[in-house]
């Protein structure tokens, strides 16, 4: 099915101590369905305003619609893939524009572990959506990202959801939020995806 599968180049982030960093802002990317992409700075306040969070829901719609088009290779497969590309390139950008505000920064992504899979690989197999949009979206954040000339690099994600990031204690998780119980920390309830990647910027100094 390779029509729905234009050219992708493998490209990864390094991962945080493979190569020196230059000084500047640490900025996080969390990746999920709920939110495509929450956005961060490590020096974030309690509430995360600076934060900023980017999303298309026209993203699971062509995937949905994708795996029920009778004909993978045809005109309508080719044209709903090269949407799915498009649509993902322009939240990169967006993504890329929001990092360029601060001074010097240098992009952190999670260390996801996913295959980077072709998206007619995923979908001939059925696969969930995430299988293929989580390392898309980031190589297309990567791409974006070179374009413009910021360093990209890769952080471990374990518990990067379930961690405070004021104080770095496990809080309690819910849907869209996380609740910060421990006493003397400033943060309280706030989007949880906006947390997990203030955790990760965090996570590379």
């Keep these: 099915m390779s029509s729905t599968t234009p050219p992708q180049a493998a490209v ?3 991962v ?3 190569s020196p960093l230059r000084a500047g802002t640490p900025v996080g990317v969390d990746v999920g369905l709920r939110n495509l992409l929450a956005v961060a700075p490590a020096s974030a306040s309690a509430d995360i305003s600076e934060g900023a969070v980017f999303d298309d829901d026209r993203i ?3 995937y949905t619609t994708l795996e029920h088009v009778p004909d993978p290779s045809g005109h ?3 044209i709903l893939a090269h949407k ?3 649509v993902l390139n322009d939240v990169a950008q967006d993504v890329v524009a929001y990092t360029e505000s601060f001074d010097v920064p240098l992009l952190v992504l999670e260390d996801l572990g996913y295959p980077d899979r072709s998206l007619s690989d995923c979908i001939e197999s059925g696969a969930a959506v995430e299988c293929w949009l989580y390392p898309a979206v980031q190589r ?3 791409e974006a990202a070179a374009d413009a000339g910021i360093p990209v690099v890769a952080a471990n994600e374990k518990h990067s959801t379930q961690q405070c990031h004021g104080c770095l204690d496990f809080a309690r998780v819910g849907d869209e939020t996380i609740q910060c119980t421990t006493e003397d920390c400033p943060v309280e309830t706030v989007c949880r995806d906006l947390s997990a990647a203030v955790t990760v910027a965090q996570r590379i100094r």
């Design 12 to 14: 990864r982030p390094a």
């Design 16 to 18: 945080s101590g493979d």
């Design 60 to 62: 699971e719609e062509y």
């Design 76 to 78: 309508t497969a080719t």
């Design 84 to 86: 799915l590309h498009r």
């Design 140 to 142: 297309a954040v990567i």
